[in-house]
């Protein structure tokens, strides 16, 4: 049976995480409260961070402004975007 939880990111019920996204409390609420959408939505869009800004996650002030961003993006607050970025076209 797929576990579903209420998502802080799209409000609605949807299939949750099998399990926490990494230790300690923050991957806790993650896996309580972010679908797996959001997460694999959050995925792509720190992909898009890391190569349009450059970052390198094992920089700790890196780390920490991806920590910020992740924040943002899972609790549907204004977060930064990849400048260059451009979406594919829906067909």
């Not at 400048?83 to 067909?91: A, I, K």
Request: hydrophobic share 25%.
């Amino acid at each position: 049976m797929t576990r579903t939880v209420f998502c802080r990111k799209y409000q609605q019920e949807m299939e949750g995480l099998e399990q926490p996204p990494f230790p300690g409390p923050k991957g806790q609420d993650i896996f309580e409260h972010v679908s797996k959408q959001a997460w694999q939505d959050w995925l792509a869009h720190q992909t898009r961070l890391i190569n349009e800004k450059q970052l390198n996650s094992l920089d700790p002030e890196h780390k920490q402004y991806l920590d910020q961003q992740r924040d943002l993006f899972l609790q549907n607050e204004a977060h930064d975007q990849a400048e260059g970025y451009v979406p594919p076209e829906q067909d």
